[in-house]
């Protein structure tokens, strides 16, 4: 009879306080652009609507990284698609207006600026906690001074 083992599963890793605190940021960025951006632009030109779909599902899951209910593998893949949206969003706006004004120019500028500052440091966050991890893992193998 083969013989369970008695391990606990582990748990996965989740947000830290930092990392929540980037994707409230993140989301507040968000609403205040969909306010000031995107709603005119939808209602300028109503056929990109479909385009929005993706950003607004990620503004849901940012929602749910505040709350510090998702893994933090999961959130680095969000962060990632988060990376891409900015990047799609700039490239969208830009090419439906055909002369967008300064104004909305500047809230591009801020918009996307602190979307990739935002995004970039929570990738880099979660990065750093999984390298811290893995070092003292390496550090509690039995002969880890050797290599």
């Keep these: 009879m083969p013989q369970l083992s008695t ?6 890793k989740r947000l830290s306080a930092l990392g929540r ?14 306010v000031l951006l995107g709603v005119p632009l939808l209602l300028a030109q109503p056929v990109l609507a479909p385009a929005v779909i993706p950003g607004l599902v990620l503004y849901l899951f940012h929602w749910v ?3 510090g209910r998702i893994p933090r593998r999961a959130a ?3 962060w990632l698609f988060t990376l891409i949206d900015e990047l ?3 490239s969208l706006y830009l090419h439906a207006y055909d002369a967008p004004t300064a104004q909305q120019l500047r ?6 600026g602190l979307g990739l500052v935002f995004t970039l440091a929570a990738l880099a ?4 906690q999984r390298f811290r991890e893995r070092r003292g893992r390496r550090r509690a193998l039995p002969g880890a001074a050797l290599r």
């Excluded at 809230?107 to 996307?112: D, E, P, R």
């Design 7 to 12: 391990h606990p599963i582990p748990r996965p």
């Design 21 to 34: 605190g980037l994707a409230a940021a993140q989301l507040l960025k968000e609403t205040l652009t969909i």
């Design 65 to 67: 990284m505040v709350l």
């Design 76 to 78: 680095g893949g969000i």
């Design 88 to 90: 799609w969003g700039l």
């Design 107 to 112: 809230y591009l500028k801020w918009s996307v």
């Design 125 to 128: 966050e979660i990065a750093y």
